[in-house]
């Protein structure tokens, strides 16, 4: 087999992935005469597959049927592997910069048709690379969105190092976002908007609730805010670590901040990874079906290149994400402070829009919409995506780039530059 040189070479946690699909599949191999029982727990849009099936499944072709997912899944991690695809963006110009920080200018990319137009400071995750918005020229919602004639604006927020040791996210705060925002408004004349993806939805939310007079509109995209629900794996994850109360956790994250520099990449990894255990072994099943030449390959190669490609994160800073808002339920519970104070959604003044995506694992619909309720006159969305999906999936497009674009003009703040002194 081989590996392309500038590819990580497995989806990270991969002996989790592989030991989850054999425990998956033992369970179906055990339960298989079983299968034709009026009270077998079929998922129900498998229901009318399985009554076709007909009584006493033979074990050995269930067997086979397992061995031959296995092998497409190992055939569909190494077609990965060896793919010619790299990504080749070239990035806009950075207008600022601090630490590992960068603000590119999408202004300045040769899709945009307006470099004045409506400035948009996007904020990504802390967790992963930023790029994922500007993923190929195929699926890049920033150029997309300054193609439309706004002027959006990446706080790529790099790889943390000496400058963000010891960071927590009143940092990111204070010392990325404030002056990020600034230089936005200085370069641009006016106020800009805020977009916040994931996590950065929330951060965003959390500076809009802060700094209420410097952002004209706000949007959020897959951001987590109430972490009260028990629903599901994450859900059920969440409760078990408050039962043992946060304090174990605080300690695991300190003793990996003190081994390491920072909580590591793999850390992250393994908690997506239990969020949806089957998910890699049926991806890469799919991917095998796929002719390694097409535009889907490529597309898939991509963005399994992107989640391969993590990023660490200061101790404190995941002491905030895990503990904080994840256990304490700090964000929605008035707990959460950011920049110098606790931050009160009801504060927000800017026209809000929230994306949910109806089939988004990592920020249900039941953590994302609360933020719509709590902020006075948001407006919610519902779209058919996933977490991902909503920024690169088919319907993303369709379903969340425009009407994200129609917001953001129809509530751009108008330029106000300082006009030249009299001579």
């Known amino acids: 087999m081989t590996v392309a040189t500038h590819r990580r070479g497995e989806p ?16 179906a191999l055990l339960a298989a005469p079983r299968a034709d029982d009026e009270d077998f727990p079929w998922s129900p849009h498998l229901a009318a597959e399985a009554a076709a099936l007909g009584p006493g499944l033979d074990r050995i072709e269930v067997a086979r049927e397992i061995g031959a997912r296995l092998s497409a899944t190992l055939r569909g991690i190494e077609t990965w592997q060896s793919h010619p695809y790299r990504r080749a963006v070239v990035d806009p110009p950075a207008i600022w910069s601090e630490g590992g920080a960068r ?15 409506p400035p948009v400071l996007v904020i990504p995750s802390l967790i992963n690379r930023a790029y ?14 300054a193609a439309q004639g706004l002027r959006p604006a990446l706080l790529d927020w790099g790889e943390p190092g000496r400058a963000e040791a010891g960071f927590a ?32 939805g929330t951060l965003a939310a959390g500076l809009a609730a802060r700094r209420p007079e410097g952002v004209s509109a706000l949007a959020v995209l897959g951001a987590p805010w109430d972490f009260a629900s028990t629903r599901g794996i994450a859900g059920q994850l969440r409760a078990m670590v408050r039962a043992g109360g946060p304090a174990r956790v605080e300690r695991q994250l300190d003793t990996l901040g003190e081994a390491f520099g920072f909580v590591p990449v793999s850390t992250f990894q393994g908690l997506f990874a239990l969020v949806s255990p089957m998910q890699a072994t049926l991806k890469f099943q799919r991917f095998a079906r796929l002719d390694p030449a097409s535009a889907a390959a490529r597309h898939f190669v991509a963005l399994e290149d992107w989640l391969a490609d993590g990023v660490a994160m200061p101790a404190p800073a995941a002491r905030n994400l895990l503990v904080d808002w994840q256990i304490r339920n700090a964000t929605a519970t008035g707990g959460w402070r950011f920049l110098g104070a606790p931050v009160d959604p009801t ?9 949910a995506g109806a089939r988004d694992s990592i920020a249900p ?18 779209p058919r995506t996933g977490h991902v999906g909503m920024i690169v999936g088919s319907l993303a497009r369709q379903e969340v780039w425009r009407p994200l674009a129609a917001f953001l003009h129809a509530h751009a703040a108008p330029a106000v530059r300082t006009p030249f002194p009299a001579a």
């Open 103 to 117: 603000l590119l200018d999408y202004g300045q990319a040769p899709e945009a048709t307006d470099p004045d137009g």
């Open 169 to 200: 996210l009143d940092d990111y705060g204070a010392r990325r976002l404030e002056p990020a925002l600034a230089r936005l408004r200085e370069a641009s004349g006016r106020a800009p908007a805020l977009v916040g993806y994931c996590m950065g």
């Open 132 to 145: 994922v918005l500007d993923l190929d020229r195929p699926w890049s919602m920033l150029r997309w969105l």
């Open 365 to 382: 619909a039941q953590l994302a919409l609360p933020l719509a309720r709590a902020i006075p006159g948001a407006r919610a969305l519902e």
């Open 347 to 355: 504060a927000i003044r800017a026209p809000t829009l929230v994306l």
């Open 12 to 27: 990270s946690p991969l002996v989790f992935h592989l030991l989850a699909a054999l425990s998956a599949y033992t369970q």
